[in-house]
């Protein structure tokens, strides 16, 4: 039996078929979930209305949602929102990340400002809080999941991460402290480390070809991990086969995270 069989799961952050929620979207399609989903503008609504179909879901599941503004995030779980559709909600998937360009490439020190950490910590992590107030009611007694995506930029320096490395670090804590709070209620909430994988998003980070060359290099597998990958656990952390795991981030990352270097690099 598929173990997402009847779950109703929203994910908010798929850009395109190649990041990382479209492989958790297929992933959770393919263990029986339903799915609805959040567009971020009208440039994207079209498309993934497109994509919602090939999913089991459709385009009235679809809802409008700038993380960045809480009326936005208030209208997806209201009566004109989800809850025109479903009565409830077993889980949240969070794969929402930004932070402005001048701000992840060059020295830290040198080119991080004020606003740039505002607006990466706004997007990057209070988003994932926010998210978790407005679904209270809808989540209440279902014993549920809220699942976000972090990266190993949270705790280990890299080159050209930044400030985005500090949010995300402030995205795990972030889990810890809600899973705490939502722990009474039934609902879960973890993490989901992925290694590097060629995504819109990653083309932003200066070198990215280069880290994920050494990243197959270094990792016990000797490869990277693709979104399909990285999906199946993020299906399996939001189904009942988790249902004692909370506060957690789990990597997926071909076991990178685990080696200091590679044969070839000391050779």
Request: hydrophobic share 40%; charged share 20%; proline share 3%.
């Amino acid at each position: 039996m598929a173990f997402l069989k009847d779950k109703r799961i929203l994910i908010v952050g798929v850009a395109s078929k190649l990041s990382i929620a479209s492989g958790i979207a297929q992933a959770m399609h393919e263990q029986g979930a339903q799915l609805a989903f959040t567009y971020q503008n009208d440039k994207l609504k079209a498309r993934l209305e497109e994509y919602s179909l090939e999913w089991g879901s459709s385009p009235d599941l679809c809802f409008p949602c700038d993380v960045a503004d809480d009326a936005q995030i208030e209208a997806v779980f209201s009566e004109s929102g989800l809850k025109k559709h479903w009565d409830s909600l077993d889980g949240i998937v969070h794969a929402v990340g930004f932070a402005p360009r001048d701000q992840i490439n060059g020295d830290f020190t040198e080119v991080t400002t004020r606003e740039g950490f505002k607006i990466a910590h706004d997007i990057s992590t209070y988003s994932f809080i926010a998210l978790a107030k407005a679904s209270r009611s809808l989540m209440a007694g279902r014993n549920g999941c809220l699942l976000t995506l972090t990266y190993l930029g949270a705790n280990s320096t890299m080159p050209n991460y930044n400030v985005m490395g500090v949010a995300k670090a402030g995205l795990e804590a972030s889990v810890r402290w809600l899973a705490h709070s939502l722990g009474p209620t039934g609902t879960r909430v973890n993490a989901v480390s992925a290694g590097p994988i060629k995504t819109l998003a990653a083309s932003a980070i200066g070198g990215f070809k280069k880290l994920l060359k050494q990243n197959a290099l270094r990792a016990p597998l000797r490869r990277n991990v693709t979104q399909y990958e990285v999906g199946h656990v993020a299906a399996f952390l939001c189904s009942d086969l988790a249902s004692g795991i909370t506060g957690e981030v789990t990597y997926v990352d071909a076991g990178f995270r685990n080696v200091t270097a590679s044969e070839a690099e000391v050779e």
